[in-house]
C-alpha cells in the first residue's frame, strides 16, 4: 500500500471472523459441544436469561495455564478446565496477533437461526400439534398458502418433508404464524392457554428471524430483537417438552433395534412352525 509519505508499506489483513457451525468451533476453540465459544456461560444455562452476563473466555489464559503449570498441579489444572468447559490444550488461534479467539466467533443466520432456533422451534411446534391431533389440520392449511410476489409457496404438506434446509427454513418464517393461527382456532376451554402460549412463542420467534434479516440495524431494531428474544424464552415452556435429548434418541435407537430382532425371531418361529406342518402334510 502506498502511504501518505511516499513509501510503500506491506500490509497484511486481520483474521476478525470465523463463520462455521458449532461443532467446528468447539474443535477449533477446544470446548465442549455444549459450550459457549465466547464466553464462560455453563452448559446448564444455556437458553436461560439472554441478558445475563457471563465472563468473556480468555483463550491466552487458557494457553498460559496449560503450557506452564506445575506437574504438582495436574489435579487442580485438570479441575479448572473441566469447570470452564475446556479440553486441556493450545488454541489455534491463540498465537496470532493481534487476534483475539473470543472474539472470532460471529452469529450467522444460516447456523443460529435457520439451522438453530427457528429449526428446533419448529420441531417442538410438531410435537405440540401432535399431541393436540392437530397435525393433519396444520398440513390441510400449509397445502392451500395461496402464491405471492416473493412468497416461496411450499409445494408438499409439512409432513412429507423429509428434511430442511437453511433455505426453506427461512421461506416458511413469512406465513407459519397465519398457518398456526388457522390450525390452532376453536380451541376448547382446557387448550386455549396452551394454543395461546404457543402462537406467543412462535410469533417472537419468527419477528426475531424477520429482523435479523435487516441489512442494517437501528437501536431500536435491536431493542425489538431483544424483547422478542426474552418474549422466546419466557414463553418456550409450553413447547419444550417436545424436545429430543441425545439420551432419547439413543433410547428411541435401541427400542427400534429390540423390536427388529423380535419381529425376526417371529418370522422365523414362523417358517420353522409352517416347514413343520408342511412335513407332517
Keep these: 500500500m502506498d502511504c501518505a509519505n511516499g513509501k510503500t508499506a506491506l500490509c497484511f489483513p486481520i483474521l476478525s471472523a470465523w463463520i462455521a457451525d458449532h461443532a467446528e468451533h468447539a474443535a477449533l476453540h477446544r470446548i465442549g459441544s455444549k459450550s459457549c465459544p465466547k464466553c464462560e456461560v455453563p452448559c446448564k444455562e444455556l437458553g436461560g436469561n439472554p441478558l445475563k452476563m457471563y465472563e468473556t473466555r480468555d483463550y491466552i489464559l487458557y494457553s498460559e495455564k496449560a503450557l506452564r503449570h506445575d506437574p504438582a498441579e495436574v489435579a487442580g489444572i485438570a479441575e479448572y478446565f473441566h469447570q470452564v468447559d475446556m479440553k486441556i490444550g493450545n488454541n489455534v488461534f491463540a498465537g496470532l496477533d493481534p487476534v ?3 472474539n472470532l466467533y460471529k452469529p450467522d443466520l444460516l447456523h443460529n437461526i435457520s439451522l438453530g432456533l427457528f429449526k428446533y422451534g419448529m420441531e417442538w411446534v410438531e410435537g405440540f400439534l401432535k399431541k393436540h391431533k392437530r397435525q393433519q389440520a396444520f398440513d390441510n392449511v400449509w397445502k392451500e398458502i395461496p402464491p405471492y410476489p416473493g412468497l416461496s409457496v411450499p409445494k ?3 409432513r412429507q418433508v423429509t428434511e430442511w434446509q437453511g433455505k426453506e427454513m427461512r421461506n416458511v418464517s413469512p406465513y407459519i404464524s397465519a398457518v398456526l ?5 376453536n380451541p376448547d376451554s382446557f387448550q386455549y392457554h396452551d394454543f395461546k402460549s404457543t402462537l406467543n412463542c412462535v410469533s ?5 428471524s424477520l429482523m435479523t434479516q435487516y441489512r442494517s440495524d437501528t437501536p431500536d431494531t435491536l431493542v425489538y430483537m431483544e424483547r422478542y428474544l426474552q418474549t422466546f424464552h419466557r414463553t418456550k415452556d409450553i413447547v419444550l417438552e417436545f424436545r429430543t435429548s441425545k439420551a432419547t434418541h439413543t433410547e428411541a435407537s435401541l427400542q427400534d433395534r429390540d423390536l427388529g430382532e423380535l419381529m425376526a425371531n417371529q418370522c422365523a418361529n414362523e417358517a420353522r412352525h409352517n416347514s413343520a406342518a408342511k412335513h407332517r402334510r
Excluded: E, G, I, W
Excluded at 204 to 208: P, Q, R, T, Y
Design 100 to 102: 483475539n479467539p473470543a
Design 156 to 158: 408438499k404438506a409439512y
Design 181 to 185: 393461527v388457522s390450525t390452532l382456532r
Design 204 to 208: 417472537a420467534l419468527v419477528n426475531l
